[in-house]
């Protein structure tokens, strides 16, 4: 009888030691966990003769770009207590004198600007040779492709793809990438010296961006107030920095006095006086960036 219990006392041992040895060794199975949504990011990046300040919206995040316009001019922080807004950019030309905008501008399916409705534009007789191709400047454009939301820069008088439809855009110009169209625009006749943003001089900047897979880049390009006269970026070197970024579609936007940008409560401005200081220049319109409650999915459309 003690050989038996001796003999199972053994047995329950060896199970024991068995049951230790398989657990120990079978390899645990790591729970992956969900990738955190995609938010946007605010850097900066140094140049030469200038500081960036770059918002970056990743495609597929649950921010929205879409513009806005106000009755009266104001700074983007204005704009920001308004529209609730993660982060703004100064957007589209307008006239200080009589605060109207010179570029197109629809909201919801709505065009809130014409600039063929400014007098002060229309009536310029210096700008009369080029009214059809102000007219007929670059749009930063938002579509509704389905339930599937594309950006895209095209100019005014294009007809939206296939099977979108046309929901926001925002007049400037002019196009940065794949190529920088200054003469096409209007901003540059070379025969009449004409040169309406300075291109080739260093200034305050601001631009929009779009990359391969749909993500968003908003640039605002300030001064070095240690040596204002001479910091900031051309326009050609403004396309270069906008590839490094990774963009593959840019447009410009308002630059000089109007460059600012907004982000999570900080305001950075890109002009800067004769004494150092950034100016802060009320503006007409404005991109913003918001979350997203319509339900509907971001994507990179290729058009």
């Given at each position: 009888?003690?050989?038996?219990?001796l003999?199972?006392l053994?047995?329950?041992?060896?199970?024991?030691?068995?049951?230790?040895?398989?657990?120990?060794?079978?390899?645990?199975?790591?729970?992956?966990?969900?990738?955190?949504?995609?938010t946007?990011?605010?850097?900066?990046?140094?140049?030469?003769?200038?500081?960036?300040h770059?918002?970056?919206i990743p495609?597929?995040?649950?921010?929205?770009?879409?513009?806005?316009?106000?009755?009266?001019?104001a700074?983007?922080?204005?704009?920001?207590?308004?529209?609730?807004?993660?982060?703004?950019?100064?957007?589209?030309?307008?006239?200080?004198?009589?605060q109207k905008?010179?570029?197109?501008?629809v909201?919801?399916?709505?065009?809130?600007?014409?600039?063929?409705?400014?007098?002060?534009?229309?009536?310029n007789?210096?700008?009369?040779?080029?009214?059809?191709?102000i007219?007929?400047?670059?749009?930063?454009?938002?579509y509704?492709?389905?339930?599937?939301?594309?950006y895209?820069?095209?100019?005014?008088?294009?007809?939206?793809?296939?099977?979108?439809?046309?929901?926001?855009?925002?007049?400037?110009?002019p196009?940065?990438?794949?190529?920088?169209?200054?003469?096409?625009?209007?901003?540059?006749?070379?025969?009449?010296?004409?040169?309406?943003?300075?291109?080739?001089?260093?200034?305050?900047?601001?631009?929009v961006?779009?990359?391969?897979?749909?993500?968003?880049?908003?640039?605002?390009?300030?001064?070095?107030?240690?040596?204002?006269?001479n910091?900031?970026?051309?326009?050609p070197?403004?396309?270069?920095f906008m590839?490094?970024?990774?963009?593959?579609?840019?447009?410009?936007?308002?630059?000089?006095?109007?460059?600012?940008?907004?982000?999570?409560?900080?305001?950075?401005?890109?002009?800067?006086?004769?004494?150092?200081?950034?100016?802060?220049?009320?503006?007409?319109?404005v991109?913003?960036?918001?979350?997203?409650?319509?339900?509907?999915?971001?994507g990179?459309?290729?058009?």
């Amino acid at each position: 009888m003690r050989k038996i219990k001796l003999l199972a006392l053994i047995l329950i041992s060896l199970a024991m030691v068995l049951w230790f040895n398989l657990h120990s060794s079978t390899p645990s199975i790591s729970t992956v966990a969900s990738s955190p949504p995609k938010t946007i990011r605010y850097f900066e990046r140094t140049l030469p003769q200038s500081i960036a300040h770059i918002v970056l919206i990743p495609a597929n995040s649950r921010f929205l770009v879409t513009p806005a316009l106000s009755q009266k001019v104001a700074t983007v922080e204005e704009f920001a207590q308004k529209h609730r807004a993660v982060a703004i950019l100064n957007a589209g030309f307008f006239d200080p004198a009589n605060q109207k905008s010179t570029s197109y501008i629809v909201v919801q399916r709505k065009l809130v600007a014409d600039p063929k409705e400014n007098e002060r534009l229309v009536n310029n007789p210096n700008l009369k040779p080029y009214l059809d191709q102000i007219f007929n400047r670059t749009e930063f454009r938002r579509y509704l492709c389905g339930q599937i939301i594309s950006y895209s820069i095209a100019l005014h008088s294009q007809s939206p793809p296939a099977g979108c439809q046309l929901v926001d855009a925002i007049g400037a110009g002019p196009r940065l990438l794949p190529e920088l169209t200054l003469v096409k625009e209007g901003f540059v006749d070379n025969a009449n010296k004409r040169d309406a943003l300075g291109s080739n001089q260093p200034n305050a900047r601001t631009a929009v961006g779009i990359t391969r897979d749909g993500s968003v880049i908003l640039v605002m390009v300030a001064q070095k107030p240690s040596a204002a006269a001479n910091s900031g970026v051309s326009l050609p070197a403004l396309a270069n920095f906008m590839k490094t970024l990774g963009a593959d579609q840019a447009m410009n936007l308002d630059g000089g006095s109007s460059s600012s940008l907004y982000y999570n409560g900080k305001t950075f401005y890109g002009k800067v006086d004769l004494e150092g200081n950034y100016i802060k220049r009320p503006v007409k319109s404005v991109l913003l960036v918001q979350e997203n409650y319509s339900g509907s999915r971001l994507g990179a459309l290729q058009f």
